[in-house]
Structure formats: structure tokens, C-alpha cells
């Protein structure tokens, strides 16, 4: 069974940056496609990051040009999110997802989804 676990939220000021790592394990060959999503109180989840296993990157336009995704690791299974210049309405839980295939913004198809972890941005 896939499990993903994302670490490296947490508070910080407006204008500073964060990492999020997202660990994947139980499935021994490369995710197609590996993503971040955040979801802010009161708000639906919204698609940052998704980055194909052969390079291809997209971004959200919320956070095109401060966040910066990537993968690494055994099969490049462990995926990051690098964030700059962090805004307040930034702050929400964030999210990973994995999928064999899919690669989109769209929230259904993700096969799998980490538990997630706070960033909150204070001003």
C-alpha cells in the first residue's frame, strides 16, 4: 500500500520560506506523477505543483515564479516544494498526491494523498 508523508511546515513570517518533503513508500517503482495541493480554511483544495516523472512541470498561477517543485530520491518518489517569498494567504494544510498516470489539477483522479502539513504565514 503507497503511504506519502509530508513534513517541513510550519509558521513563519511574510517574505521568509519553507520546504515541504513528501516521503513516499510501499510501491517500489516511479509515480508517474507526484503533486502539491493546499487547502485553506473554508476554501476547496487548490493544485500548486505537479511534476511528471520525466521533468515536466505545472504550476499553479498562485504560486508561479516564489514556489519551486522537484523530485529526488529512490525512483524519484520523494517530491519537494520549495517556497519563497511566502504571503499570508498562503497559510493552509498542504498536501501531496501520487498517481500512476494523471497529472492534472483535478482532485479525483489522484489515486494517493498524504495526511498533510500546516504552513501558516503570519503578516
Known amino acids: 500500500q503507497v503511504q506519502l508523508v509530508e513534513s517541513g511546515g510550519g509558521s513563519v513570517q511574510a517574505g521568509g520560506s519553507l520546504t515541504l518533503s513528501c516521503a513516499s513508500a510501499?510501491?517500489?517503482?516511479?509515480?508517474?506523477?507526484m503533486a502539491w495541493f493546499r487547502q485553506a480554511p473554508g476554501k476547496g483544495r487548490e493544485g500548486l505543483a505537479a511534476?511528471?516523472?520525466?521533468?515536466?512541470?505545472?504550476y499553479g498561477d498562485s504560486v508561479k515564479g516564489r514556489f519551486t517543485a522537484s523530485r529526488d530520491g529512490a525512483n524519484k518518489n520523494t517530491l519537494y516544494l520549495q517556497m519563497n517569498r511566502l504571503k499570508s494567504e498562503d497559510t493552509a494544510m498542504y498536501y501531496c498526491?501520487?498517481?500512476?498516470?494523471?497529472?492534472?489539477?483535478?482532485?479525483?483522479?489522484?489515486?494517493?494523498w498524504g495526511q498533510g502539513t500546516q504552513v501558516t504565514v503570519s503578516s
Open positions: 510501499g510501491y517500489k517503482y516511479n509515480m508517474a506523477c
Open positions: 511534476i511528471h516523472h520525466d521533468g515536466g512541470i505545472s
Open positions: 498526491a501520487a498517481d500512476r498516470s494523471y497529472c492534472g489539477f483535478l482532485l479525483n483522479p489522484w489515486d494517493y
